[in-house]
């Protein structure tokens, strides 16, 4: 069934509007290209709102926000609002810094969000409202676990339902759920934690699935989280001795490129709770 | 004959400054050193001028333009202008917003370029004054193919006429034109599409070429389109199962990395109208 | 006795804050998860107190610089200061333009730096207190040779007493003292200078290692430029025909993911003068 919704970015081409950190970016548009969208970048306030316009999707990520890019970001949400596009916020590094925390509750507040995704230390912090987290990565003592499974589900559930949205809570075990029916998923590596930005692709990734199956927005959500986590196993399996992070990095992307609905359908590991 | 060209930025290792979009900027830098010449980013309105000034050429892309950086286009366009560097213009987006139309008109008008460098989508808007295209990629029905090329080639032709500057034109098939001769170049692989920037390191790359052959700026200029399309044909000769578009692109860079004058005199692909 | 800097990195995860450009900034991020730390990017001046505060040292990277962004490392360092942390200077192209000097020398002035790592080119200009360079790579006029080796010495050797922090100095040889003790290097390859940013990923990974062996900043400055080296040596040794700039980056990240103790152990090619 997941399979399907690879299938639809191919088929559609969804253009994706990213308003995305310079960290990571370069990765995002490959993702892109190679999940079969087409990436556009654009962050100044009187340059967004037009090219969010000519696009089927918006991925607002605020790993290295500033003053103007979150002008940007709020200016480009409501006119995607108002053309009924996709709109996915990556809060990166909420918890680490007011600004950011801020930034991420302000956007949830002023924007419809199709979906958040983050890892468990931003979400917990967006649902208390302020928090700490350690930089850009989940806190251990945050870790889903399969021990941990059964709470951690029921809190992004209780919190997907009151952010009004899809929750995708992306770590050792992925959580997707819309607070009705979440996806637990077990894809991925834990060597994906080594690259820069996996979390960030997999925003622009899903950003492109859900402009292209917004019938269906929670398992193309779902679907996006499963192909960036068995491309994550794709990639590793080709890796030769002496190859590292760098490496990986393209494996994974050229797994992206290489991934149809039957390989999806095939190697997507998950349960529905 | 086109072979020298490389030779050329070789043998004077010509310092290249890039006011250019965040997306694809290491690929830009990466493939400048590739070729032999050395990049300097620098996009601030203080520090423009003088960064030009010891700079033999200068790359303009408008890919993630802002209000800052449009000052520093402008800017270091004129120093460069007074120096008598050679100046290229890469248009990304142009029809897809006002801004960005209208940045391209302005630097057009305000400075005298030596090469405009972009899709047939955004050189139509600029024939035009105005336009729309989709996002950054050239829209499918502005394709110059076998059937549109004689057309293409006359129209391509007045616009470098009216710009008063050499005008490229890359897609399936490239032309490179100052008005007068038109080179018709098959090079290239339609995969490269599907990696980001590859127009963007063309226009650093180019750059390179013109500021190390002012002499022959039409024959440079094709030269470096060959050579782009050359390496795309390479790297893909390289390219082994389960590769894709992440690998490519690398492949693409060590491809100019290795070519020699024999290698792009021989490989090279063109006719001239 | 230098191998043991890279175990330290590995076994404290320090989080590293980076204010750089954002030509190499991807691989600045890849460089430090690789050698076992992990790394944040902020660069606006509101953002930067908290981010830096959760951190264990700050590299600051003056490559694409802005009114914005000069703030912001002048706001970071400063907290960083009060906190004890590491905090290193990389002046990209100092001597290049007054802006990049000038934003150097005041870095220097209002920050207590622990490490300055640039290019003898920049260095000479800091130590001039004004400059010309050739872009951002070391002039060949200032070339570190056997030939010149002794006098370098004395100069860098000269320049850390009197910038009150320790200076690595790199290039075909590598010089790193604290103005008592200088390692002299002769680890890398001279084709790392065709990879855009191998310079800014080593402060990026010198950074990583200086916060995690605090007593031992000269060791750990060393050690990282040994590191950087070997893995230059290292990935040079894994590249295949046909293979350029942009492989050979993806090795040298892969070399240090790889890189224990005993390897840098045995690899690291230094003298003490």
Request: glycine share 10%; aromatic share 4%.
């Amino acid at each position: 069934m997941l399979g399907t919704y690879i299938e639809n970015v191919r088929n559609t081409v969804p253009l994706v509007h990213n308003i995305t950190n310079y960290v990571t970016v370069n990765d995002v548009a490959n993702i892109i290209l190679a999940c079969g969208g087409s990436p556009i970048m654009s962050d100044e306030p009187e340059d967004v709102e037009e090219i969010t316009a000519i696009c089927g999707g918006l991925n607002i990520n605020i790993g290295t926000l500033n003053a103007r890019t979150v002008k940007s970001m709020l200016a480009a949400g409501k006119r995607a609002n108002e053309l009924g596009h996709a709109v996915l916020l990556d809060p990166v590094g909420a918890g680490a810094s007011r600004l950011r925390t801020n930034t991420a509750l302000k956007l949830m507040d002023e924007l419809k969000l199709d979906v958040i995704r983050g890892n468990i230390s931003e979400v917990k912090t967006l649902a208390r409202g302020s928090g700490t987290t350690k930089g850009v990565d989940a806190d251990v003592a945050d870790t889903v676990t399969e021990e941990t499974l059964d709470s951690a589900v029921d809190f992004v559930k209780a919190f997907a339902k009151k952010a009004g949205c899809i929750a995708a809570v992306t770590g050792a075990i992925d959580l997707v759920t819309d607070g009705e029916t979440c996806f637990v998923i077990r894809n991925g590596r834990p060597e994906m934690g080594r690259i820069t930005g996996t979390g960030c692709q997999l925003s622009g990734m899903m950003t492109a699935f859900l402009a292209a199956g917004p019938e269906h927005k929670l398992e193309a959500a779902a679907a996006a989280v499963c192909a960036m986590g068995l491309a994550g196993e794709i990639g590793w399996s080709r890796m030769q001795e002496g190859d590292g992070n760098a490496t990986y990095r393209n494996r994974i992307i050229d797994a992206i490129y290489h991934m149809d609905a039957e390989t999806l359908e095939r190697g997507a590991r998950y349960e529905i709770k």
